[in-house]
């Protein structure tokens, strides 16, 4: 019986490895709102989304970011987000992150330190990080944490005003975790494409498609309107699996807060929450010493 279970366990936990929605390009509810749309938008969650994108972004200032993520009212789903982000004094946007899923039974940990520079209308990045993953199933069959370094690089054009495109990949070291006895796990091999189109200021539009070297690619579209000067409503939707989601922001002066909602059908709620907040002192103080 304690074989069985420890069977359905580890298969459970093969499709979380492969499959988690949070190792790459989901956090931040602003992305969350729109279905995981990141690829082609220049904000400082592309820290997490598209290290490419993030000095596209001309009005990013230090900043702290918080997010958290629950799956279907499951704790052992839970995901947690930090990151810190700032322009550098010799050129350039540098950030830390900082991601767990999981519960003390399994868990997924990553730590990253990355680098975006903007040459002209293209803007370029890389990302270094050191994964782990933890399993405890209580029966001594297997193993405890492992752990790997593996890379992201990521781009994006700015074709005019109102075009823009980025490329993203998640783990283009093909990074593995060995398991003692019985060879390696493969970390997951993420890749991205995605246009964005801003007709208008207030109304951001795009579509984008990701693919696991694993699995059948994903479509997205997503849409976010700023209704007022501070309020965002956004909505998109997700095919592999179909799912359509929904979000609103807060964002007054160097506070941001949002939320996102989806729904799949067969499993039920994802909420995710995120805040950010601009340290503008510290700008102020780096402006100084220049």
Same mark, same amino acid.
């Given at each position: 019986?304690?074989?069985?279970?420890?069977?359905?366990?580890?298969?459970?936990?093969?499709?979380?490895?492969?499959?988690?929605?949070?190792?790459?390009?989901?956090?931040?509810?602003?992305?969350?709102?729109?279905?995981?749309?990141?690829?082609?938008?220049?904000? @400082?969650?592309?820290?997490?989304?598209? /290290?490419?994108?993030?000095?596209?972004?001309? @009005? $990013?200032?230090?900043?702290?970011?918080?997010?958290?993520?629950?799956?279907?009212?499951?704790?052992?789903?839970?995901?947690?987000?930090?990151? $810190?982000?700032?322009?550098?004094?010799?050129?350039?946007?540098?950030?830390?992150?900082?991601? =767990?899923?999981?519960? #003390?039974?399994?868990?997924?940990?990553?730590?990253?330190?990355?680098?975006?520079?903007? /040459?002209?209308?293209? *803007?370029?990045?890389?990302?270094?990080? !050191?994964?782990?993953?933890?399993?405890?199933?209580?029966?001594? /069959?297997?193993?405890?944490? =492992?752990?790997? $370094?593996?890379?992201?690089?990521?781009?994006?054009?700015?074709? *005019? #005003? &109102?075009?823009?495109?980025?490329?993203?990949? !998640?783990?283009?070291?093909?990074? #593995?975790? &060995?398991?003692?006895?019985?060879?390696? %796990?493969?970390?997951?091999?993420?890749? #991205?494409?995605?246009? *964005?189109?801003?007709?208008? @200021?207030?109304?951001?539009?795009?579509?984008?498609?990701? &693919?696991? /070297?694993? +699995?059948?690619?994903?479509?997205?579209?997503?849409?976010? +309107?700023?209704?007022?000067?501070?309020?965002?409503?956004?909505?998109?939707?997700?095919? @592999?699996?179909?799912?359509?989601?929904?979000?609103?922001?807060?964002?007054?002066?160097?506070?941001?807060?949002?939320?996102?909602?989806?729904?799949?059908?067969?499993?039920?709620?994802?909420?995710?929450?995120?805040?950010?907040?601009?340290? =503008?002192?510290?700008?102020?103080?780096?402006?100084?010493? %220049?």
């Amino acid at each position: 019986m304690k074989i069985r279970i420890t069977l359905v366990f580890l298969f459970f936990y093969q499709v979380l490895l492969a499959q988690n929605p949070t190792i790459s390009g989901a956090a931040g509810a602003t992305q969350a709102g729109m279905a995981g749309i990141g690829t082609a938008l220049a904000n @400082e969650w592309a820290i997490f989304n598209n /290290i490419g994108a993030l000095s596209a972004y001309t @009005e $990013v200032l230090p900043s702290a970011m918080l997010a958290f993520e629950n799956r279907f009212g499951i704790k052992a789903l839970n995901s947690y987000h930090f990151s $810190v982000v700032s322009p550098l004094a010799f050129s350039g946007v540098g950030g830390l992150t900082f991601n =767990r899923f999981g519960d #003390k039974y399994f868990n997924q940990t990553q730590v990253g330190i990355g680098y975006s520079h903007q /040459i002209s209308s293209v *803007s370029v990045g890389a990302k270094i990080n !050191y994964f782990q993953i933890a399993v405890d199933d209580q029966i001594g /069959i297997t193993q405890g944490a =492992r752990g790997n $370094v593996l890379l992201e690089l990521g781009g994006m054009a700015q074709l *005019s #005003k &109102k075009w823009a495109v980025g490329i993203y990949g !998640y783990n283009f070291t093909q990074s #593995k975790l &060995k398991v003692l006895d019985a060879g390696e %796990d493969r970390i997951p091999v993420i890749l #991205k494409a995605g246009v *964005s189109y801003q007709p208008i @200021e207030k109304i951001f539009l795009s579509i984008e498609t990701e &693919k696991n /070297i694993d +699995y059948p690619a994903t479509f997205r579209a997503g849409l976010n +309107y700023q209704v007022h000067k501070y309020f965002y409503v956004r909505t998109g939707i997700s095919t @592999e699996p179909f799912f359509s989601a929904f979000g609103i922001g807060f964002h007054p002066k160097d506070l941001a807060f949002d939320y996102a909602l989806s729904n799949q059908t067969a499993l039920g709620w994802v909420h995710q929450i995120s805040l950010r907040y601009a340290l =503008r002192k510290l700008r102020l103080c780096q402006e100084n010493v %220049d």
